[in-house]
């Protein structure tokens, strides 16, 4: 098992000979495809090359059993990889990824894009206007004159596998998987202000399926960067309803069996850890 990340704010001194750098541009993340380990983060000699492409490098933090960190920084628009003087440099959306970056790199990689992505859309107060400076001691964008703070944003959603009594489990898709062979998975949604968590489940899952459920059981969480989620993963029981899938969200909804599933989400997402806990069961 990885060791725990741990999140650092403050710059260090200086970048340091065995750091990792994972650059990035909205979802994509900039990599060294490696002939002989696969893609991987830069490294410190490779990130010095194209710093001037680079508005700041950020650091990220580093895994409490190692001493080099990990840091990000947003790319420049017309950054250009083909030109760059490094072998092998790829610019990918961060969901091809998934499965071929280790599980505890991508979700570095995942954070790197959050933090880029934050530190580009606050560089003024949202108030006043004025130029923000980034806090010494914290995760935060400040502004000098007013004092309003702005801190990475995150937002909490419930992704959410509904069992029937008979064995079977609900299983939709989304009107944007349309095509001959579409992806079922579990329904989710995000949590609205001053909302919980349980009546999140059952607002979303009566407005995307039109059925009530009971019996909350949490599973498991996973941060989802695209953009900024946390997916909060439980099993729910149904109670009663007829599958109504909403107009213009839901395409199509199910209930099935373990051995006549549809095309399912790929491992590493949290939707597929539910669905094969479902299945083991």
């Not at 650059?23 to 010095?48: C, H, I, M, N, Y």
């Not at 609900?170 to 998987?177: E, G, I």
């Not at 489940?201 to 953009?227: A, C, K, M, N």
Request: charged share 20%; net charge negative.
């Amino acid at each position: 098992m990885a060791s725990a990340f741990v999140p650092i704010a403050a710059l260090p001194e200086d970048p340091e000979g065995d750091d990792s750098w994972l650059f990035a541009r909205g979802s994509e993340v900039l990599l060294v495809d490696d002939k002989w380990e696969g893609p991987r983060p830069l490294s410190t000699p490779e990130a010095q090359l194209i710093t001037n492409h680079v508005a700041q490098p950020l650091v990220l933090g580093r895994f409490e059993d190692e001493t080099a960190h990990w840091w990000t920084g947003q790319l420049s628009g017309d950054f250009d990889v083909a030109a760059a003087p490094i072998d092998g440099l790829i610019l990918t959306d961060l969901r091809c990824m998934i499965g071929t970056l280790a599980p505890e790199v991508w979700n570095v990689a995942g954070r790197a894009t959050q933090i880029a992505d934050w530190f580009r859309d606050h560089q003024f107060c949202g108030r006043c206007g004025a130029r923000n400076g980034m806090d010494p001691s914290e995760r935060a964008m400040r502004c000098p004159v007013d004092g309003l703070t702005v801190y990475p944003r995150l937002s909490p959603a419930v992704i959410v596998l509904v069992e029937h009594p008979d064995g079977r489990a609900l299983l939709a898709s989304n009107v944007a998987w349309a095509g001959p062979n579409p992806m079922y998975s579990t329904l989710a949604g995000f949590v609205e202000p001053g909302e919980s968590l349980e009546d999140c489940i059952h607002r979303e899952i009566q407005e995307e399926v039109g059925v009530s459920v009971t019996d909350l059981r949490y599973f498991d969480s996973q941060p989802w960067p695209f953009p900024n989620s946390l997916m909060l993963g439980f099993f729910a029981t149904y109670t009663e309803g007829e599958l109504t899938p909403a107009p213009g969200e839901i395409a199509d909804a199910h209930w099935f069996a373990r051995d006549a599933l549809p095309t399912i989400p790929p491992r590493a997402s949290i939707a597929r850890a539910l669905i094969d806990d479902w299945i083991s069961r």
